[in-house]
């Protein structure tokens, strides 16, 4: 089957199988490495991805979902006005150490800032309850997400 979709803000048309997860179609189809895959269950956040501007666990979504959707992955928020503004808050504020969850916490921070500029220290710590970190502890991640936000108010 083949879905068609908007990735990045730009059209899409791929052949996947009917067992695929959005997650795959990213990673082995579209070369999008950037998205990790963790756990596989939707519990660490590692292959956070927009979808459709809501923040969604790209390895629950099935291949069929895609179809006409639209998609931002890290490559792409990356690179947007509001994304370097965050991506640059994790590196002065130390948020990154092994890198591995740094993508999805910077997806995550992204979905929050779009619709909410100033936020509260605990709607920070909401938005990113769907991530997990093993290496760099929430606080330098909450206060890079605190900072980025300060830029943009």
């Known amino acids: 089957m083949f879905v068609e979709f908007e990735l990045n803000g730009k ?6 199988e009917d067992y695929q997860r959005l997650l795959d179609i990213l990673r082995d189809k579209l070369n999008l490495t950037g998205t990790k895959e963790g756990c596989g269950e939707g519990e660490c956040g590692a292959c956070s ?3 459709n501007d809501l923040l969604v ?3 629950l979504v ?3 979902q895609v179809d006409g959707a639209k998609i931002e992955t890290i490559e792409y928020i990356s690179k947007t006005p509001l994304g370097e503004i965050i ?3 994790f590196c002065s504020e130390g948020a990154v150490q092994c890198g591995f969850c740094t993508p999805g916490f910077v997806v995550s921070a992204y979905a929050l800032l779009k619709v909410n500029a100033n936020p509260t220290e605990q709607e ?3 938005a990113i309850s769907g991530n997990l970190c093993r290496c760099t502890g929430y606080t330098k991640i909450v206060q890079a997400i605190r900072k980025a ?3 943009i108010s």
């Open 149 to 151: 936000s300060e830029k």
């Open 87 to 89: 991506v640059d808050s």
């Open 49 to 51: 991805v927009m979808m």
């Open 62 to 64: 099935p291949a069929f």
């Open 11 to 16: 059209n899409t048309r791929v052949e996947v």
């Open 124 to 126: 920070i710590k909401t």
């Open 57 to 59: 666990n790209s390895c």
